[in-house]
């Protein structure tokens, strides 16, 4: 495929797909109350994933899926339709953090099915990579906040244990942040995402990369060298290159067994 059609695939077709034919999470229903729940540098400290409590952990992803689908722990819970967890291959090498559901999401079950996530599968599929076997996807939240604003900091902090045992337990060796809050709350960089993206970063013995939202691709359809658009091809070419890298070598050291 040349450049040009690889870019291309950087453009979101005008129509998009209907909300009734949003595919649907397994297992993911409208959820009813319940009782509430018990209770940066280039060099990351790697303590996050430490930091969670022996009784926020979770045995499989079917477990905490489960127990995120019952949560009630924030104020999101009660205008949610559906709580948000995952998508993707859950033994994938990369890993994919949004910022949080929005309404199409919310009606699926499934993170990133809108126009952004439809952009963010192009993108991947621009350099090679299958969503449905080489990534997994989650969000910072597993439920939508109103009219699709920021999540707040206590949402984001109620919602990181779930967060941070998904990356325990799927275990990739790389990790995409798409956007700001995704940056803040894996790395914790006051700096903006236009700052960093791009850059490799090392946390909890991983490669970590901050890169645009595909929402923000969305508002700058421009694909001029410099442009959003052209920086993600730059950024998502990187990951490719580098996941190469990452079979390689584990090809070669189970050759040597």
């Known amino acids: ?11 979101l077709a005008p129509s998009e797909v209907p909300i009734t034919e949003l595919p649907k999470a397994e297992g993911v229903t409208e959820s009813q ?13 790697p303590a996050a994933i430490a ?14 899926k489960e127990a995120a689908c019952n949560c009630q722990k924030c104020p999101l819970a009660p205008t949610r339709t559906n709580v948000v967890v995952e998508r993707g291959d859950r033994q994938a090498k990369i890993l994919i953090i949004g910022e949080a559901p929005g309404e199409q999401e919310d009606l699926s079950g499934l993170p ?30 597993k439920c939508r906040p109103p009219n699709n604003r920021v999540p707040t900091d206590i ?3 109620t919602c990181k244990p779930y967060l941070l045992e998904q ?3 799927v275990d990739p060796k790389i990790i995409l942040l798409t956007g700001a809050t995704s940056l803040k709350s894996i790395l914790g960089e006051k700096l903006g995402i236009t700052k960093v993206r791009g850059q ?9 990369m901050p890169i645009f939202h595909p929402s923000y691709l969305l508002r700058n359809q421009s694909r001029e060298q410099g442009s959003p658009k052209w920086l993600t ?14 079979i390689d070598t584990n090809l070669a050291d189970d050759e040597e067994f």
């Open 1 to 11: 495929m040349t450049d040009k059609e690889q870019m291309s695939l950087f453009d």
């Open 33 to 45: 109350p319940t009782k509430k729940a018990a209770r940066s540098s280039k060099n990351i400290t």
């Open 51 to 64: 930091s969670v409590p022996v009784h926020e952990r979770f045995a499989s992803l079917d477990q905490l």
């Open 112 to 141: 990133f099915v809108g126009k952004s996530g439809q952009l963010l599968d192009k993108i991947l599929e621009s350099v090679g990579f299958d969503t449905s076997k080489d990534i997994y996807i989650c969000n910072t939240v």
């Open 155 to 157: 949402e984001t902090t």
């Open 167 to 169: 990356i325990r337990l």
């Open 200 to 208: 490799w970063y090392e946390w909890e013995e991983r490669l970590v």
């Open 233 to 246: 091809w730059q950024d998502v070419k990187a990951v490719k290159a580098k996941y190469l890298e990452i």
